[in-house]
């Protein structure tokens, strides 16, 4: 669940969420956020520290209030200088600056609930374009041992 008062952040988050299958939800009022959590079952709550009512940290703290660590809550701030390993130490699974890129909000969500190796590699994949190489040519010669040494050329075409 993305509780954010901007809403081009809030549909940038969840676009880059969704395209790593992730499933996305989106609240604005914040006073709303335990009652959906109760009815949706969320995993991960990324709250804006300077929610207009109930703030980041009200969020933060009416989370761990009702149900524990669990949704693991990760605040974000536009504001420099946000002191982490307070928040950190407050509860929040984690803190980030934004504006905050959607490869690491992907690995914060993943490092703390996906267990299996693969399942983690197939979240956490970066898209990047290899640029394509033809006709490169690889040239190699095989040798058996032996006194009867011979060796014989191969191409192969990539």
């Given amino acids: 669940?993305?509780?954010?008062?901007?809403?081009?952040?809030?549909?940038?988050?969840?676009?880059?969420?969704?395209?790593?299958?992730?499933?996305?939800?989106?609240?604005?009022?914040?006073?709303?956020?335990?009652?959906?959590?109760?009815q949706e079952r969320v995993d991960?709550?990324?709250?804006?520290?300077?929610?207009?009512?109930?703030?980041?940290?009200?969020?933060?703290?009416?989370?761990m209030s009702r149900f524990g660590?669990?949704?693991?809550?990760l605040l974000t701030s536009a504001q420099p200088g946000v002191q982490r390993a307070e928040w950190v130490a407050r509860g929040a699974g984690d803190v980030f600056?934004?504006?905050?890129?959607?490869?690491?909000?992907?690995?914060?969500?993943v490092e703390h609930f996906v267990d299996s190796s693969y399942e983690r590699?197939?979240?956490?994949?970066?898209?990047?374009?290899?640029?394509?190489?033809?006709n490169d040519a690889v040239q190699a010669q095989i040798a058996t041992s032996g006194s009867a040494a011979r060796s014989s050329p191969c191409a192969m075409t990539i």
């Fill in 69 to 73: 660590r669990y949704p693991v809550v």
């Fill in 121 to 134: 590699s197939r979240l956490q994949r970066v898209d990047t374009e290899l640029p394509a190489r033809v």
């Fill in 1 to 38: 669940m993305i509780v954010d008062p901007d809403p081009t952040e809030r549909e940038r988050m969840a676009a880059g969420l969704g395209m790593r299958g992730m499933e996305t939800k989106i609240e604005v009022d914040s006073t709303r956020v335990l009652d959906r959590i109760a």
């Fill in 97 to 109: 600056e934004k504006p905050v890129s959607s490869d690491r909000l992907t690995f914060a969500v």
């Fill in 44 to 63: 991960v709550v990324i709250a804006d520290l300077t929610l207009p009512g109930s703030s980041g940290r009200g969020v933060l703290d009416d989370v």
